[in-house]
């Protein structure tokens, strides 16, 4: 063999290998994201996991990102606790930097002030994404500062649309209004009747006038009249809403056969009834979340059904999508998750439709995501 060919055999074996050491390389940059499973249940978002999963496939595909992320919420407690643990465990399986911070107590103002602040110094300090629960409006010129500097912005669960953040997570309230009517709709005899819906009938208060309209909706396509009461918020002023719901009860013609709150307050519903000297066989009650005076009327009968809010999912969403609009971009990441998203730019959590016989079922499935029954 020349000495020619041979040189020529030993170029080419190099340039294969190199090659090979290079992709080798290339595939070992690759992003890689192994999510907590989440056990089968009949509460487990098959839709809302799918997409997840599709978010987290495209985002193996693209080289890692050393990012620093921040989730500012209204509170840390309550029920922004199953935010905060969504979020975190999305940090941790990204292997970024993240923080879950919330204002400190005080006055409305001041703690919208100390919201303020904490953007402030996240901006400050170079964060790559911001997730925000806002608590007013006075949070759009930050939100907007953020998003000119190129840091995407993803509002949760309270939204900012007139500002310039790229997305919004959380409860499509007309949505989850509507199904709650089809909730009850589905006890209800048919024929005529009348339901009286515990919401607010205040266009001021976008997300539960959207919600309580959504309700109002379905119940009137199948054929119900309908009262709505507005909800108050203090303990002397939903003395009123008993008496006016239980008036209704005895009162309404055509006669009242159904009650749905759009609030945590649904045990409400529950006292009317009582004061009116209405049972299950006479009235059907559905509301919204787990107050623990509602779960005592779910597990006496009382009350039939609740939905429940997924927070869980909402913190949990949140850092993939900022992580996905650094690495994929704004737009191929609302691609990816179009088919949850409603509106455009809102991406639906959805909610979950607990009836009173399913109360320890989906406390299990809350406990294997981490954040109690």
Sequence with gaps: MSVKLTRCIYLSGLA???????????AATKKSVTRVEVPESPFKPVALEDTINALVDEIGKTEPKQ????????????????????????????????????PVEGTPDEQTL???????????????????????????PEIDNFVDEGTPVVTIDSDQPDSKRQLYVGTSNYDAGHTSGE????????????????????????DGYNRTMGAKDAVEAAGYTVIV???????????????????????????????????????????????????ADDVAIVGFDFEPETLSYMQSGLIQATHAQRQYYMGYLVPYVLYSMKALGAERTLEILSPEMV?????????????NDQVEDYNAFLDSLGIGG
Excluded: H
């Design 16 to 26: 294969l290998a190199l090659s090979a050491c290079g992709a080798d390389d290339t």
């Design 67 to 102: 990012l620093q992320l921040g989730v500012v919420l209204k509170d840390l407690a309550g029920y922004w606790e199953p935010v905060k643990v969504g979020a975190n465990r999305a940090f941790g399986e990204l292997g970024v930097s993240g923080v879950v911070l919330a």
């Design 114 to 140: 100390s919201q303020v602040a904490l953007l402030q110094e996240r901006e400050g300090q170079g964060y790559d994404g911001l997730g925000l629960a806002p608590l007013a409006d006075v949070l759009t």
């Design 183 to 206: 909730t009850l709709n589905a006890m209800l005899p048919g024929g005529e009747g009348t339901v009286i819906i515990l919401g607010t009938d205040d266009p001021q208060w976008l």
């Design 229 to 279: 009461r507005r909800v108050n918020w203090t303990e002397d002023l939903q003395v009123e809403d008993v008496a006016f719901m239980a008036d209704a009860l005895e009162n309404s013609d055509p006669p009242a056969i159904g009650m749905l709150s759009m609030f945590s307050p649904t045990y409400l519903c529950g006292r009317a009834a009582e004061a009116a000297g209405k049972t």
């Design 343 to 355: 509106d455009g730019g809102k991406f639906n959590s959805g909610i979950d439709v607990v009836r």
